[in-house]
């Protein structure tokens, strides 16, 4: 006689499927990010978008990352009704997570560093989260399996899964909605596609789109300096550990497993005087509040643009407005804190300022 284990229980099934309807209503309603042009000389030839992924409904990148880690655990049966969600985070994961937690009544408990800025423990809490902050922020791993496992919790490991949740071939996801919106641009592929690594979830996606859609797309990540992305990167060590990163939200102090080195086509390590001016040259020159790790993209493009120009090549660049300045106010839009870490952002300013009228960038190597 067969022997049977059933563990089909229609109760949970069903408040799983109206979970995954309200993250995807909550899709439907915030629709897509808008695509800017970036001011730059008209005889230059080339086209520079920023895409603006600041206005999603928890003001970051980090708010598609959530929604697409949500969506996995619960279609992997991992979230059930009163499941506590635990996330290791540097901040912007942890606030998106936490709305979501939120939207589906479900306790939400984000391990961060210490350093983690004010405005974004505030954010957090905001969106119903708790914060448990660690010292070390090599610790926050374990101590967040440590926390899950006590409560019987789900811990979401965004550098696990980051590369797995998305959708890369499709379904509206980043890459997708970028060639879509450039679809009617004079450069509608464009030469390079300017993304951090924080947990190698975006630069996962979007590389691997372009491969799949068979596009010529360079995709360039940028790096902080503090990061082991990038010396992994040029020693192809997936073992490099390094200090960690002042830019929060992308750099890592261990290479991640959702980090595909294999997808990407240059890394360029940006010293983190260059992404905090480039953060506030962004805003001068357009009039957007924006983040420490846009100014990281900014300044890789900055670089890339140059070169291109100095070869005589046209076409057009992507990057991201990650999020918003407003959450840095007191960090990387503070003079003071700037002499605190004993960082000089005068010459990078200088070197932007140039750029733009000659289209050369000084101080690069």
Not at 35 to 41: A, I, M, Q, T, Y
Not at 195 to 223: E, H, K, M
Request: hydrophobic share 40%.
């Amino acid at each position: 006689m067969s022997r049977i284990v059933d563990r089909c229980d229609p109760g949970c099934r069903a408040w799983i499927a109206e979970a995954i309807r309200k993250v995807e209503a909550d899709a439907n309603r915030s629709a897509d990010t808008h695509l800017h042009v970036f001011p730059l000389p008209p005889e230059w030839g080339i086209d520079l978008y920023l895409k603006d992924e600041s206005v999603h409904p928890t003001g970051s990148l980090k708010h598609r990352l959530a929604r697409s880690l949500f969506l996995y655990g619960l279609a992997n049966g991992w979230i059930r009704e009163g499941t506590t969600i635990i996330e290791a985070s540097s901040g912007s994961t942890a606030v998106s997570e936490a709305y979501f937690a939120r939207l589906l009544g479900l306790p939400f408990v984000a391990v961060m560093p210490a350093s983690t800025s004010p405005e974004k423990i505030g954010l957090i809490e905001f969106h119903g989260g708790r914060s448990h902050l660690v010292d070390d922020p090599s610790t926050i791993y374990d101590e967040s399996r440590r926390l899950a496992a006590e409560c019987g919790g789900h811990f979401m490991d965004q550098f696990t899964y980051a590369e797995r949740a998305t959708d890369w071939r499709g379904n509206n996801n980043i890459a997708e909605s970028i060639f879509e919106q450039l679809r009617l641009e004079r450069f509608p592929e464009p030469s390079w596609v300017v993304v951090g690594a924080g947990t190698g979830g975006t630069s996962a996606t979007i590389g691997r789109y372009a491969r799949y859609r068979r596009f010529q797309t360079r995709l360039a990540v940028v790096d902080p300096e503090g990061s082991a992305f990038f010396g992994s990167f040029a020693d192809e060590d997936p073992t490099r550990t390094a200090a960690g990163s002042r830019i929060e939200g992308i750099g890592r102090p261990r290479v991640e497993p959702s980090f595909l080195p294999t997808v990407i086509d240059r890394m360029i390590q940006v010293p983190d005087a260059a992404s905090i001016a480039a953060m506030r040259w962004a805003s001068e020159v357009t009039g957007r509040s924006v983040g420490g790790s846009t100014g990281t993209n900014l300044w890789g493009v900055a670089e890339l643009i140059a070169q291109m120009l100095a070869n005589g090549e046209r076409g057009s660049v992507v990057t991201l407005i990650c999020d918003g300045g407003e959450r840095y106010a007191g960090t990387y839009g503070s003079d003071e804190w700037l002499a605190a870490q004993n960082l000089d952002i005068r010459p990078y300013t200088s070197a932007l300022t140039s750029f733009l009228k000659t289209g050369e960038l000084p101080l690069t190597e």
